[in-house]
């Protein structure tokens, strides 16, 4: 119930952050709703494609289109007063991707795949979703660009499998790989830390 | 046969709509070709993905890729006189999604998912080939900013669900939800209707 | 071994190509990561999503993504003088093509696949890692508007599929279908022959 609670949040936030996308390019209703779904199940369905775990979970599980369904709606109604929920907003997505890190790890594991593809499969999860929404809307995807995003996810997904290693229980492996995404990621936004930018001097 | 012959008209009307667009990006004839086939089978093969049905429906009926291949071939040929197609091309596209909604409605069913995921799979297999189309050609997708399009994927989908709970035989209610999409889509052009376009004011 | 060495080849020149149009969008370190990993292993993934080939090849095989993180760093360190590696890159890539396709060709006989579907599964695996490394960086793909690139995989499937009729062993047929796309695109860049663009005349 509680883990429920979460992922449905994070699924509002990654789908809010779908609508903010899509109308600055003033695209229409069905575009901003498709826009607000695939950011939230995208980088789910990628990684359900990857392992061949059909039909991918969304399909099964009506509780995301619902989710997305209302969140967009609220985003819409609510659109001009979005601002003020901005940090609750960058709150939830960030716990999203700590948590979505974490169940595609799961994923991983369950297909019997070695560490490394769990942790490239939690973060595809977390990740890819905000990928798809930026080619859609014919930008360069923002997480090739700027800020630490899926480097959390790779941190925390490796911590996981420092962890479990750990003579502990596995739910607090879990439980402690979420918090280290999440807190990676809170770091690196309060004292701006970045990856560099590559490029040859001209 | 009638159901064949409908279903190629809509895959030639599909391949010359992806023409049209990869010579306005004066592409070569490889790509002429790829973006005619993604347009026409693109929708139908993220579908087969979603759901695992593999390989995909393309690589088990060569049919599709000699009709593609045939249209290419008569729309490079003729294409300073395609203009004078554009009516025939705009009923046959129309046709081919009201075909191709309920094709991919049909798939759902088989794979045993609830009507909402019947209808996302219809929706897609009739629209998502543009939506392939558009983002190789590096456009924002047509059917996220105007025209009801998918719109009427969805409306026709539901009226399928709806249809099939009369005591009619199955294949009227198959018909009459083509006729609806094709419907709705005509009126929809006809009297210059589009859903609202989403944005925060300046 | 021979056959992974030249496989591994292959993949460094395929990341490196990443590394190089990434840098000139000035990613970052994540970015340029993710752009030569998909350049390298795009195709094969699209290939075994498309086949159910699940989960897909380098999930199964850890040397392409050790393989692709070795090249990255190497290109990143040395990217001042890479242009003076530019004709062996350019060896590797073409070589790296003919293999692939053939790799390619090889899934498709496994899965039962008709040629015409074989020489289609080849080229995109050789062909489509690039396909989505531009749209990732936001460019229309290079490959649909200049260079005979995909062209040479086709023909040297259809090569394989006329050789393989001949009374020889299989391996022979395999190396002169290689042999015939390597030739192919070298003579094209030789002798700067392309495919005609596609437009209308204004």
Chains 1, 2, 3 share one sequence.
Not at 47 to 66: C, E, F, H, K, S
Not at 79 to 91: N, T, V
């Amino acid at each position: 119930m509680f883990y429920l609670t979460i992922d449905v949040l994070g699924t509002i936030a990654f789908a809010i952050s779908g609508v903010l996308v899509a109308m600055d390019k003033k695209l229409d209703l069905f575009g901003v709703f498709i826009i607000a779904f695939v950011t939230a199940v995208g980088g789910g369905t990628l990684r359900d494609m990857l392992i061949g775990n059909t039909p991918v979970a969304w399909m099964q599980a009506p509780v995301y289109t619902y989710t997305i369904l209302g969140s967009v709606v609220f985003a819409i109604l609510f659109r001009e007063r979005l601002k003020y929920l901005r940090k609750s907003l960058f709150l939830f997505d960030t716990i999203g991707i700590g948590l979505y890190t974490l169940v595609g790890i799961e994923k991983g594991l369950q297909a019997e795949l070695m560490p490394l593809m769990c942790i490239a499969l939690g973060t595809i999860t977390a990740c890819f979703g905000g990928v798809i929404r930026d080619i859609l809307c014919n930008e360069i995807p923002v997480i090739f660009r700027k800020e630490i995003y899926a480097t959390a996810c790779i941190l925390g997904g490796a911590s996981f499998f420092l962890l479990i290693r750990l003579p502990i229980v596995d739910e607090y492996a879990y439980a402690a790989a979420i918090v280290i995404v999440i807190g990676i990621r809170l770091l690196a936004v309060r004292f701006k830390i970045a990856l560099p930018s590559i490029y040859q001097r001209e």
